[in-house]
């Protein structure tokens, strides 16, 4: 292409204390940093407005954004009086929302005023209608009420999406579902994976050695995942006694994160002599040391996309604990590295840890690298900047409504 493109990037799950989300955003700009051929704008939710100009080819432009209360670091952008300077300023080709609530809605009335030529992609980071709103009335056993409000949130969200000509997804069992509800058009845009910094040659055999504590048989794992209930912190929580009442020893875990349960985390380490806080960890450095250095990894929130935390702990040498359904059980499945839990119950989630360290454990963790080794930031972005071009020259008439 001859002129230079144009993207515009808007997101409310960024956070700067954020997971997969947040590493999507900052590989991202990575990609994009030191192109020719186009201009990554970012459009960050942040506590004041300001531009930060990174390179000729990447700018985040800070926006003042409202704050939840509590530990979440999460800020809302939706009024068109924010969006607008930014479109206006651009003049984007296209513009990709990340976040499905409101947001999407206002980024389309804005750029009607003042880019009226911009293609509308979304990526679907969260499968909100099943993972939000299903689970939310099934945990309250509302099981009769709950089908019914997932098809009123796929109705909100066609609702949100109409006019956005591609949606990106990184799960295939997810895009079959939104294939089924919605009549936009969809991308399966897989995410990707830091092989050489998440590696099993970062392994520290000191560190292996202090979780071990004496005992060779000790099972050992790593926990980064965000301290909530989504994510199989309670589950993982409940079955630790049975867990370790069936081994005969308890496992060495390691907690790193935060999250609206980190006084559970707390709670626990003070209970269980062989479980760790290691606090919310910045380094990629130390979260890779963490998972090269232990032995399983637990992919227990079956409403994830993609799971981001999960292709690291393989790409670590980590064999699987997995969720039944969602990108981990596709994970698990196709890598052939792990178990899945039959039941979100602490019961079988002790089945699933005892079934895994009586089988090979060493072969399940040699076929968890390899796997890992099929994904790479670069070809996600390759793939996902081409359907962006296909957008751009695409008729109008083609698209969808």
Known sequence: MSQRTTIVDFNNFWSPSGGGVRRYHLERMKFYENRSDTLLVFAMPDSRTYTEVISHSLVIEHIKAFRFRGKWEYRFIWKQSSIRPVLKKYQPDI??????????????????KVSPQSKFTAFWHADFPVTYVRRYFEKWHLRFIAPVMEKLAFAYARKSFKGYSLIQVSSREIMERLEKNMKNTFAWIPLGCDIETFNPNHADPELTQELKAGEPERLTAFFPHRFCDEKGLHLLLKAYPLISKALGTEPAIIFAGTGPDLPEVEEAVKQYKHICYKGFLTSTKMMARFYASVEIGFALSGWETFGLSILESMASGNALVSAPTGAAAEHARESRAGVLIEKYT??????AVVKLTQSNLREKQKKARAYAEKFSWVTCFE???????????MNPEDAHD
């Open 346 to 351: 602490p019961e079988a989630l002790c089945e």
């Open 95 to 112: 513009i990709e929302v990340g976040s499905p609530y409101i947001l999407p809605q206002a980024v389309r009335k804005a750029a009607k």
């Open 383 to 393: 793939r996902q900047l081409a359907a962006y071009y296909t957008q751009i020259h």
